[in-house]
């Protein structure tokens, strides 16, 4: 699976959690069956559930404590910058919680807001109440009041995703949706293997990538996106256990 990312020489973020975003996608498309390729069990059930693959080892996996438990050394031998930082420090540098103008760079907490304001701006350019003249000055207002934060200019701003010039209109709130997919399959699978961030630290991802491949990957498109959580977890999909995610991590990182 061939996968794309970036990286700025200045920004650590931006690369390792761009390229384990893309890495995610590509594990969902290597874990379905390929004994079932062109047909419907042999694709990905939906772009909602793909990202919850994506997000789940950009995120729950790779911001985790556990997994910087086992590469932080490596990290620190890569980049001199990090000799003298703590991995606490490291570990919440990664996670700190502040408005931003880049979605891709945004953290957990508000990173649904980037995804809000691209929806709202969707529906009324579909709904006849925006024009394309003034998407610009619209995305402004919406990240004023939203994040508090104003673009300098398109490439920060309007232009900042490449979903709308390839026709992309929808995608976005596939985002939101994987990061409440991801939070309730994680969970499920912490309820049925156990804690996994010791393993992480161990370096064993395999017991969490077994269970996505068997319990999400290998059915393709056998069952709908709800029936899908439904039949993995148990539960309908919920917002219940992303919000619970958030508020135990972030309640330990800053001590609230």
Do not use: C
Not at 10 to 30: S, V
Not at 54 to 75: D, I, K, M, Q
């Amino acid at each position: 699976m061939r996968i794309t990312t970036r990286y700025y020489e200045d920004f650590f973020n931006a690369g390792i959690f761009g390229t384990l975003h893309e890495m995610g996608h590509a594990l969902y498309e290597q874990g379905l069956p390929k004994e079932h390729w062109g047909t419907p069990r042999g694709e990905a059930v939906s772009l909602g559930v793909h990202e919850s693959q994506s997000r789940t080892w950009e995120n729950l996996v790779g911001r985790s404590l556990g997994f910087w438990e086992r590469f932080f050394p490596r990290a620190r031998e890569l980049f001199s910058s990090l000799q003298d930082v703590a991995l606490r420090d490291f570990h919440f540098a990664i996670n700190a919680v502040e408005p931003s103008l880049i979605r891709v760079e945004a953290d957990e907490v508000t990173y649904n807001l980037h995804i809000l304001v691209r929806l709202e701006l969707e529906l009324a350019l579909f709904r006849g109440e925006l024009s394309l003249e003034d998407l610009p000055g619209a995305w402004e207002e919406k990240y004023r009041a939203y994040l508090g934060v104003a673009p300098r200019d398109y490439k920060d701003g309007v232009m900042q995703d490449v979903h709308w010039s390839g026709g992309l209109f929808g995608y976005f709130p596939t985002y939101t949706l994987g990061n409440l997919y991801a939070a309730q399959f994680f969970r499920k699978a912490e309820a049925e293997l156990g804690p996994l961030e010791p393993l992480f630290a161990q370096g064993e991802f395999r017991p969490f990538l077994e269970w996505s491949r068997k319990r999400i990957h290998a059915e393709g498109s056998r069952f709908r996106p709800k029936a899908l959580v439904e039949r993995t977890t148990g539960e309908a999909p919920s917002a219940r256990p992303f919000l619970d995610y958030l508020e135990r991590k972030f309640t330990a990182l800053y001590g609230l």
